[in-house]
């Protein structure tokens, strides 16, 4: 029926609104839960209370207060991704890897389809943070993950799962494909030479894959466990490796 001034500044269309006219009519109020505008670059968001206006007990109109939220919106999207990804390597942390992977394996399509997972851990990482420092060693992470990111493709899953140790979960791959990727991975890896200061860090990488096909129930607690078994072969027969179990 009516809006004040503010609502008509946010929202120009309310001034057309005809006295009796629902508001639900107006395109942008027909989902007053949740709205939100654009201004310049920037959205802001706003959540509604409504009160039913009575009279002689008939409901003769709705009162729409809206408040801006956009400060609770953007902090609630900072505080989902600190809790969700490592801030170091800006990967999925341990916690979002698990939930992930298991939403994954235990989807309908997951009967229809094989999955690999890849357990990476870097090679004599220890030196490297001993002898140039733990920010030479956290340039040196971050480096091989970007790496890691660019291999894969955008569907799989690549969480920090301890330390320097991260787990790829693949999707529909066989076990020929899984070792041919892991060992691109691994050499590129070995072949990207890092600079830090005057330093040229040489990095190399072992890793662990598992495999599991189609029709089988697949347990991600199973395959990080033998993709672990694996990556520890790999490191006792000499390192910069991939050993498939
Ligand atoms: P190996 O070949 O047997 O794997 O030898 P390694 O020296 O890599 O041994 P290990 O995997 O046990 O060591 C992991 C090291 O990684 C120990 C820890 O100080 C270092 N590390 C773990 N997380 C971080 C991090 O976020 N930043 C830095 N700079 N170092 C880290
Ligand atoms: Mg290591
Ligand atoms: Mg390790």
Same mark, same amino acid.
């Given at each position: 029926m009516d809006a004040n001034k503010a609502a008509k500044k946010l929202f120009p269309e309310l #001034?057309? $609104? !005809?006295?009796? &006219?629902?508001? %639900?009519? +107006? %395109?942008?109020f027909k989902n007053t839960t949740e709205l939100s505008i654009q201004r310049g670059n920037e959205t802001r968001f706003y959540k509604s209370t409504q009160t039913c206006i009575l009279q002689d007990r008939i409901v003769k109109g709705i009162c729409i207060v809206l408040h801006d939220v956009t400060e609770n919106e953007k902090l609630l999207k900072k505080l989902r991704i600190q809790a969700s990804f490592d801030p170091l390597m800006n990967i999925y942390n341990r916690g979002t890897l698990f939930e992930a992977a298991k939403l994954m394996l235990n989807s309908e399509k997951a009967k229809q389809l094989s999955y690999a997972l890849l357990m990476i851990d870097l090679d004599f990482f220890k030196i490297v943070n001993d002898t140039y420092g733990h920010f030479a060693g956290d $340039? +040196? $992470? #971050? *480096? +091989?993950?970007? !790496? @890691? #990111? #660019? *291999?894969?493709r955008k569907d &799989? @899953? @690549?969480g920090r799962y301890g330390g320097e140790e991260i787990v790829v979960l693949l999707e529909n791959i066989s076990v020929e494909q899984t070792f041919r990727i892991a060992e691109e991975l691994r050499k590129i890896i070995e072949n990207t030479p890092i600079s830090y200061q005057n330093h040229t860090i040489n990095i190399t990488i072992s890793i662990g894959a598992a495999h599991s096909p189609v029709g089988e129930s697949h347990s991600f607690e199973n395959m990080l466990d033998r993709a672990d078994a694996a990556m520890y072969e790999a490191k006792n027969s000499g390192r910069n490796r991939t050993v498939a179990e």
């Open positions: #001034k057309n $609104l !005809i006295p009796g &006219d629902a508001v %639900e009519g +107006v %395109e942008r $340039l +040196v $992470l #971050k *480096t +091989v993950v970007s !790496i @890691i #990111k #660019k *291999t894969f &799989d @899953i @690549i």
